[in-house]
């Protein structure tokens, strides 16, 4: 069981999940849009390239993989302006010891 977040047409969601410059996340794209994903800083503004997970889609995406090491937050974006998204994050960081 998972994070699953739903996000309104339009709109740039704040994940809301603590991770470090480690932290390998399982993403999986429940909804019928595809997503965009980066990590930054206070402000949401998305990089050249955000990281695209495509509608039905399954990805194990590092954090470091999505922006900048020391980024604080996780955001998701819908583009697409008449239907939600849906995303599912699962920490499957591997610790080893």
Same mark, same amino acid.
């Given at each position: 069981?998972? $994070? *699953? =977040? +739903?996000?309104?047409?339009?709109?740039? =969601?704040?994940?809301?999940? /603590?991770? +470090?410059?480690?932290? *390998?996340? $399982?993403?999986?794209?429940?909804? &019928?849009? %595809?997503?965009?994903?980066?990590?930054?800083?206070?402000? %949401? +503004?998305?990089?050249?390239? %955000? @990281?695209?997970?495509?509608?039905? /889609?399954? #990805? &194990? *995406? /590092?954090?470091?993989?999505?922006? %900048? #090491?020391?980024?604080? @937050?996780? @955001?998701?974006?819908?583009?697409?302006?008449? =239907?939600?998204? /849906?995303? &599912?994050?699962?920490?499957? +960081?591997?610790? *080893? &010891?």
């Amino acid at each position: 069981g998972g $994070l *699953v =977040l +739903t996000i309104a047409p339009g709109q740039t =969601l704040e994940a809301g999940i /603590a991770f +470090t410059d480690q932290t *390998v996340l $399982l993403l999986t794209n429940h909804g &019928e849009v %595809p997503l965009s994903l980066w990590a930054g800083g206070d402000t %949401p +503004t998305p990089p050249q390239n %955000p @990281y695209t997970l495509a509608a039905g /889609a399954e #990805a &194990e *995406v /590092a954090i470091a993989d999505l922006g %900048p #090491a020391g980024s604080r @937050y996780l @955001y998701i974006m819908n583009a697409n302006p008449d =239907l939600a998204g /849906a995303i &599912e994050i699962i920490d499957v +960081t591997v610790v *080893v &010891e």
